[in-house]
C-alpha cells in the first residue's frame, strides 16, 4: 500500500518502511502487533486513552475487545449499584464523582489492559520499534525461556 503522506502520490517512489507490516504511517506512539498463528494485525496507542475518557465503554465495542468490555462494564456496574444505594443529594454527588473517577481511571489503564489482553492470546510486537516502545511502558516483558530456570 502506498503511503499517502511521504511520496506525493508518486508510485514508482515508493518509500514505505519495509518493516511497517501494513505498509501505513504510523504516529510515533502507536505500537503494532501481530498473531502469528492467524495473521491478525492490531495498531493501538501506547500510553493514556483520551477516547475512553470520552467515549468510555464504546472503545472496547469499536475495538472488538469484548474481555475489556466485560470487565469495565462490570466494574461499571458495581460501582454504580454501591454509589446509588443511598438517596439523596450527597450520594448523587458522589455517584457523580465517582462516574468521572472511573472515566479517569479507564483512561490511565485501557490501553495498557487492552495490549496485556492481546499478549495473552497470543499476539506479539510485529517489529522492533514496536517492541521497544511497548517495552519501555512496561506492557510488554520479554518471555522467558523455560530451560533457563
Known sequence: MQNPFGNGNNDDNN??????????????????VVNKTNGQIRIAKVGPSFTALLFNL????????????????????????????????????????GSYGLGIVWMLIYNMMYFKHLFNIGFVPADDRSKELLTSAKYWKEPQDKNNN
Open 58 to 97: 464504546w472503545v472496547p465495542i469499536f475495538r472488538s475487545d469484548w474481555y475489556n468490555l466485560l470487565c469495565m462494564a462490570g466494574v461499571e456496574i458495581i460501582a454504580g449499584m454501591a454509589l446509588s444505594l443511598g438517596m439523596g443529594e450527597p450520594f448523587q454527588i458522589a455517584y457523580s464523582f
Open 15 to 32: 518509500q514505505n518502511d519495509p518493516n511497517n507490516p501494513m505498509g501505513l504511517p504510523i504516529p510515533p506512539n502507536f505500537a503494532t
